[in-house]
Structure formats: structure tokens, C-alpha cells
């Protein structure tokens, strides 16, 4: 498994409300002492990594898919190399979000004749404005 990011982004955040890091919790202080962790913390850029190199591609939820990744164009071209070389294409609770706009490149949508379920993106800005 190879972490990739549309901007090589540093770990996610700590503290603050979406990091909520609690030394007390031995599982949360396990998590960001492991070897998956810091694999994580050195994600390499999505455009360095070749998507037909890998048997699946995973767009994670969270807030990325529906204000930082949807429609982004790199993401968008790793989504359609895995899927026209055969690999799996998965997504995670905001995951679908990325897949706005996502063309096979002859005008077909990726998602077209797909059942597809994700947040309503108004819920979803809602629930961004109230945790920040």
C-alpha cells in the first residue's frame, strides 16, 4: 500500500477539532506511534504514483472529497487510469464526492449506471461549518 496525496500534505492534524489526540488513549497513542502512521505522514504525491500500478485506488471520506478533491483533476485522471486497467475503485463515506465529474474520456461519466451513495452535500457543509 502506497499513501498518495494531491499535495504530499504533512500527517493529519492532532488537536483541534479534527484531531482530538488524547495521550491517555492508549489505542490513539498506539495508532500515531506505529509504522502505519508514519507510512501515512510520508504520503507521496498522487501525481508520482501510477494508479495502474496498484490493484485498487481508495478516495477516503472526510472533508477532501467534498472541498479539496472533488473535481481535482489529478485525482480524477488516477481514478480513470485504475479503472481502465482493471483495477478496483473504492471510496469510503465522503469518498463518492470525488467521483463528480469523472469522465472515462469519451464523455462517458464514471459513475453512470453506478449505485452510488454518499452525504447531501449541504448536510455536509453544515457539519464542516459547526466543527470548525
Not at 7 to 22: C, W
Request: with cysteine.
Amino acid at each position: 500500500m502506497t499513501p498518495a496525496s494531491r499535495l504530499n500534505s504533512p500527517r493529519p492534524p492532532t488537536d483541534g477539532p479534527y484531531g482530538a489526540f488524547d495521550d491517555n488513549d492508549p489505542a490513539k497513542k498506539a495508532f500515531f506511534e506505529s509504522k502505519a502512521f508514519r507510512r501515512f505522514n510520508r504520503s507521496r504525491k498522487l501525481s508520482e504514483v501510477d494508479a495502474g500500478d496498484y490493484d485498487a485506488i481508495l478516495v477516503p471520506g472526510g472533508l477532501g472529497p467534498t472541498v479539496d478533491i472533488q473535481r481535482n483533476a489529478e485525482v480524477q485522471q488516477a481514478i480513470v487510469r485504475a479503472w481502465t486497467t482493471g483495477k478496483l475503485v473504492t471510496t469510503v463515506c465522503h469518498g463518492p464526492f470525488a467521483l463528480l465529474g469523472v469522465d472515462l474520456g469519451d464523455g462517458t461519466p464514471f459513475v453512470r449506471g453506478a449505485r452510488c451513495f454518499a452525504a447531501r452535500f449541504r448536510e455536509t457543509v453544515s457539519d464542516s461549518r459547526r466543527q470548525m
